[in-house]
């Protein structure tokens, strides 16, 4: 059985390269809790992107230079799993 994500075209990146994370927490101060928590003292921005209608949760971009996809993915991870955050896109 064929699914559609079959048909995508593996994502090809030249690395290093800039990668951003979208990052959606409960609050911006939390967020950037887990951010320290996961990047330490890495050189990176982040900028608040959009809050809920009702407040309820708020999202913010983060972006930093990746070594390579292990380092990528092990971000990616490291974020989805900490407590603050809620989903990483």
Same mark, same amino acid.
């Given at each position: 059985?064929?699914?559609?994500? &079959? ?7 030249? #690395?290093?390269?800039?990668?951003? #994370? %979208?990052?959606?927490?409960?609050? %911006? ?7 320290? &928590? ?18 309820k #949760?708020?999202?913010m ?8 996809? &292990?380092?990528r993915?092990? /971000?990616?991870?490291?974020? %989805?799993?900490?407590?603050? /955050?809620?989903?990483?896109?």
């Amino acid at each position: 059985m064929e699914t559609t994500n &079959d048909k995508l075209p593996k994502l090809e990146l030249e #690395y290093p390269c800039s990668w951003k #994370y %979208k990052l959606i927490g409960h609050e %911006k101060v939390a967020i950037e809790k887990a951010i320290k &928590d996961v990047i330490l003292e890495r050189e990176h921005s982040v900028e608040h992107s959009k809050a809920s209608k009702g407040g309820k #949760y708020v999202s913010m971009n983060l972006d930093l230079l990746v070594q390579n996809e &292990d380092e990528r993915t092990f /971000i990616y991870e490291a974020l %989805k799993a900490h407590n603050n /955050i809620k989903m990483v896109l």
